[in-house]
C-alpha cells in the first residue's frame, strides 16, 4: 500500500492547526488542532492511498488520534 | 433563571447566589461548579485589570474548549471589556489578523498557539497551561487567588463581544454583539427549545461560532449545565451523550451526516436525550430522512441564521415530517420578512430575500461602516410597517410555502458555504496569490453532499509553478475548511471584460461543465 508515515506526516504537517510541527506521535484530534472537516480530508486520503475503505464506527480517537495509531489502523484492515 | 440579568457576566454570577455548587461545565476529564468557574473567572479579571483591561477594551481568547476557555470569556466580560474568541483551528496568521483588525489589548491563549506567535504581540499574552520558552507571557497556572476586582458597570447596548466571520468581498469582519443581543438569543432559544435547569447540553461547536457561543448562554440563563466535547469525532460525540446523559446536542450538517451514518450501523439508545438542532446549513435529505430513526426520542429542530442576526428561523419538532427541510418561521422575539426588490412582501408561492427585524440585529462590522450600512439598512418596502427601522438583510433567497413556512432555496452573492463557514473567494484568491505560483485565480463554490459546499479554485500557473506545490502552499496557509477541493489549471490567460477585469462567470461556468462531464 501507498500509506506511510511520510505521506502522513507531510499531510497532517500543512494542515493548519499545527503550524508545521507534527510527528508520528502528535495528537490531532484530541489537541484540538483538526477539526471535522480536516478529518473528512484525512479519511479520504487515507482511503484512497491504503485502498480501504473505512466504516463510520471505525472513526475512533484509538485509530485516528495519531499518525502511527493511523499506520497501525491501515495495517490491521489489510490495506 | 436570570431573570435581571442584563449583562453576559450578571448571565453567569446570578446563579452563583441559588446554585454555585451545582455543576456548570463537565470536561473530559473534570467538573466544575459555578463556584469553582468564578474563581477563575476572578484571578483572570485580576489579571485583566492589572494590564490595564477596562471598559470596551477588546481582549482575545484562543483556547481550546475547556472550563478555562468559558472562564476566561467571562472575566473579559467581567472587566467590561470586548471578547474576541478565536476558532482554536485558526492559524497563527489569522490569529495576527484578528489581532490587529480589532485593536486587541490583551490575548489570552492555549500553549500550543502562543508558540506560535513567532514575533513579539506587543501586548499582555496569558497562557493557559505550560509556557516554557515562552519568556514574558503570563501563566494561568500562577496567577494569584481572586483579590475582588467588582465588576464592570455596563449598558446592556455597549459591546459585549466580536465575532469574525467572512463577507462576500475582502477579508474576514468582526460582527459586533451587545449584551443585549446575547441576551435576547439567550431568552428566545431557551424558550422554543424548552430549555430547563436540568438541561445538560453537549458543546461540540466552538464558542467562536455563535450557534456554540449560545449553547452556553441559554445554560447560564437556565442554570444548567454544559458538558463539553473537544473532539468533533462523531464515534465520541456519542460516547459522551451516553456516558453524561447529555439532554440536547447541537451540530452543523457534516457532523449530523457523520454522526447518522455512525448511529445507522451501530445504533444506541439516549435515554436523557430530548432535542437535537441542526443550524449552519441544509442537512442533505437522505440524513434527515434517517434522523427520525436514529433518534427516536428527541425533538428535531432544523434553524436557520446568519452572524448579523444570529438566528432568524426555526421549525417546530411537530412538523418535522410534514415539512423535512424547511427552515420553518420565525423565532420568538425576532420578525423576518421575504422581500421582493421594488414589489413588496412575498406571499405564499412566492420567494425573495430573507431579512431580519428585531433584538437580535447585530451592531454593524467593526471598524467597517460602509459594510455594516450595506447589510444593515433601512427597507423600503417595509417603510409603511416600521418606517426607517434597519433590518439585516441575509443575502438569502428563500420560498414561501402555501402556509408561509419557509425554504431555503440559494444565495444571492458568490460567497460559499461550507459546513456553516462562509469563504469569501476574494480571502481564498489572495491567500492563493501569496503563493506566488499563479498568475490568474477565481475561487468559486461547488455543491457538496458532505458540506453543502465545496471550494475549488481555477488558476493560470507561473512559469516552473506546479500544483502539488500551489496545494501544499494552501494547505498550509488556510484552515482545513477553506482548503480548495480541486485546483483546476487554466492552460491560457483566462478570459477578461472589457474593462479589464477576469471574467469570472465565464471561468465558472467552464470549469463547471468540466466537472459534469463523464471521467475518464
Known amino acids: 500500500m501507498a500509506l506511510t508515515e511520510a505521506l502522513l506526516i507531510d499531510n497532517v504537517r500543512q ?37 480501504i475503505e473505512i466504516r463510520a464506527d471505525e472513526v475512533t480517537l484509538d485509530n485516528f488520534d495519531t499518525v502511527s495509531r493511523i499506520l497501525r489502523f491501515a495495517e490491521e484492515r489489510g490495506g | ?117 513567532t514575533e513579539a504581540a506587543g501586548m499582555a499574552v496569558l497562557v493557559a497551561g505550560c509556557a516554557l520558552g515562552l519568556p514574558g507571557y503570563a501563566r494561568w497556572d500562577l496567577l494569584p487567588s481572586p483579590g475582588g476586582t467588582a465588576p464592570a458597570p455596563r449598558l446592556d447596548s ?32 431557551a424558550r422554543y427549545l424548552a430549555l430547563r435547569e436540568d438541561d445538560r447540553l453537549l458543546s461540540v461547536l466552538p464558542y467562536s461560532f455563535d ?52 448511529l445507522d450501523a451501530a445504533p444506541a439508545s439516549f435515554p436523557a436525550l430530548r432535542r437535537i438542532t441542526n443550524s449552519g446549513g441544509k442537512i442533505p435529505d437522505t440524513i434527515l430522512e434517517r434522523m427520525p430513526h436514529v433518534f427516536p426520542d428527541a425533538d428535531i429542530f432544523l434553524m436557520y441564521g446568519l452572524t448579523e442576526a444570529f438566528r432568524s428561523t426555526y421549525l417546530p419538532p411537530c412538523k418535522f415530517q410534514e415539512k423535512r427541510g424547511s427552515i420553518g418561521r420565525a423565532i420568538p422575539g425576532a420578525e423576518v420578512y421575504v422581500i421582493k426588490p421594488g414589489l413588496g412582501i412575498a406571499g405564499p408561492g412566492e420567494q425573495g430575500e430573507l431579512v431580519h427585524r428585531g433584538p437580535l440585529v447585530s451592531q454593524g462590522y467593526w471598524n467597517r461602516p460602509e459594510a455594516t450600512a450595506e447589510k444593515i439598512r433601512p427597507c423600503p418596502e417595509l417603510a409603511d410597517r416600521i418606517g426607517d427601522e434597519p433590518v439585516v438583510y441575509s443575502g438569502d433567497t428563500v ?14 452573492d458568490a460567497l460559499i458555504k461550507a459546513s456553516g463557514f462562509r469563504i469569501s473567494p476574494d480571502e481564498v484568491e489572495e491567500l492563493v496569490h501569496r503563493s506566488r505560483l499563479v498568475a490568474d485565480v477565481v475561487a468559486f463554490g461547488v455543491a457538496d453532499d458532505l458540506l ?64 459534469q462531464e463523464p471521467r475518464p
Open chain 2, 158 to 189: 455597549d459591546l459585549a463581544a466580536i465575532i469574525y466571520t467572512s463577507g462576500s468581498t475582502g477579508s474576514p469582519k468582526g460582527v459586533m454583539l451587545s449584551h443585549r443581543n446575547i441576551l435576547a438569543g439567550a431568552r428566545s432559544v
Open chain 2, 399 to 412: 420560498r414561501v410555502d402555501e402556509d408561509g413556512d419557509l425554504w431555503f432555496v440559494g444565495r444571492n
Open chain 2, 211 to 262: 450557534y456554540g457561543l449560545n449553547q452556553l448562554t441559554t445554560m447560564m440563563l437556565t442554570g444548567g449545565t454544559i458538558v463539553h466535547q473537544p473532539v468533533a469525532m462523531a464515534s465520541e460525540v456519542v460516547k459522551a451523550m451516553q456516558a453524561y446523559r447529555v439532554t440536547g446536542l447541537a451540530a452543523v450538517p457534516p457532523l449530523w451526516i457523520q454522526i447518522v451514518r455512525l
Open chain 2, 1 to 117: 433563571m436570570s431573570a435581571l440579568a442584563t449583562t453576559l457576566y450578571e448571565l453567569f454570577a446570578d446563579n452563583l447566589a441559588e446554585r454555585s455548587d451545582k455543576v456548570f461545565v463537565i470536561d473530559p476529564l473534570d467538573s466544575f461548579t459555578y463556584a469553582d468557574v468564578a474563581v477563575d473567572v476572578d484571578r483572570v479579571a485580576d489579571w485583566l485589570v492589572a494590564n490595564g483591561v477596562g471598559s470596551g477594551d477588546r481582549v482575545i481568547v484562543q483556547l481550546r474548549k475547556s472550563a478555562r476557555e468559558v472562564a476566561a470569556m467571562l472575566a473579559v466580560a467581567k472587566v467590561g471589556a470586548v471578547v474576541v474568541n478565536v476558532n482554536i483551528a485558526q492559524t497563527a496568521e489569522q490569529l495576527r489578523f484578528v489581532a490587529q483588525d480589532c485593536g486587541a489589548a490583551a490575548m489570552i491563549l492555549d500553549p500550543s498557539r502562543a508558540k506560535a506567535l
Open chain 2, 452 to 515: 453543502g459546499q465545496c471550494v475549488h479554485v481555477a488558476v493560470t500557473l507561473l512559469p516552473g509553478a506546479d500544483q502539488a506545490a500551489l496545494m501544499a502552499h494552501c494547505r498550509h496557509a488556510m484552515p482545513a475548511y477553506m482548503v480548495p477541493r480541486a485546483i483546476h489549471v487554466w492552460p491560457e490567460a483566462m478570459p477578461r471584460t472589457a474593462s479589464g477585469k477576469l471574467a469570472r462567470p465565464e471561468v465558472v461556468r467552464s470549469c463547471a461543465q468540466r466537472l
Open chain 1, 15 to 51: 494542515l493548519s492547526g499545527l503550524n508545521g510541527e507534527a510527528t508520528a506521535e502528535t495528537p490531532l484530534f484530541s489537541s484540538g488542532a483538526l477539526d471535522s472537516i480536516a478529518m473528512l480530508n484525512l479519511i479520504t486520503l487515507i482511503e484512497m492511498e491504503a485502498g
